[in-house]
């Protein structure tokens, strides 16, 4: 009895010395985290192998709209003028340093896969892409880029 449960009090002990801690935020994780105001969205029409139709329309957004992400991997995105967030909200999980995924409470069903252009201290630039159909029957996407900064 005494020999078997050595063994067991030993793997137990490093099972809990794990070396990717959840609790410790990645350097990507303290990056992203924080106040982001919305510069600009630019869309950009795709067909249906992911070539671009035409250079998008860039939307200047106003000065209110922003996203915040939070160190507990929450999300709010603002578009209202007071200080009362009006948008959407939900967790984000990173994928290394090129990717995240948006998960919207409202709609957990439909997580967005997003990529990170850039990320940098005082510049965060990412695209998703939601598919579409052109005229009703073409189909092919339309790939968000926002482009934020602190």
């Not at 200080?83 to 709609?107: K, M, Q, W």
């Not at 939601?130 to 005229?135: E, F």
Request: charged letters at 20%; one cysteine or more; glycine letters at 6%.
């Amino acid at each position: 009895m005494k020999i078997m449960f050595l063994p067991i009090l030993f793997v137990t002990a490093f099972a809990a010395c794990r070396r990717d801690d959840p609790g410790m935020p990645s350097p990507q994780a303290k990056k992203i985290t924080g106040k982001w105001n919305i510069i600009t969205v630019t869309v950009i029409p795709r067909d249906s192998t992911g070539k671009a139709i035409n250079d998008g329309t860039v939307y200047t957004e106003p000065s209110y709209y922003y996203f915040q992400f939070n160190t507990n991997f929450t999300w709010v995105e603002n578009l209202a003028p007071d200080v009362t967030p009006i948008g959407e909200s939900g967790t984000y999980r990173l994928h290394g340093d090129t990717a995240f995924t948006l998960v919207n409470e409202h709609v957990p069903s439909q997580p967005e896969e997003c990529k990170i252009v850039t990320l940098t201290d005082t510049t965060f630039v990412f695209s998703h892409q939601r598919p579409t159909l052109y005229n009703g029957i073409t189909p092919g996407f339309l790939e968000y880029v926002f482009k934020l900064r602190k």
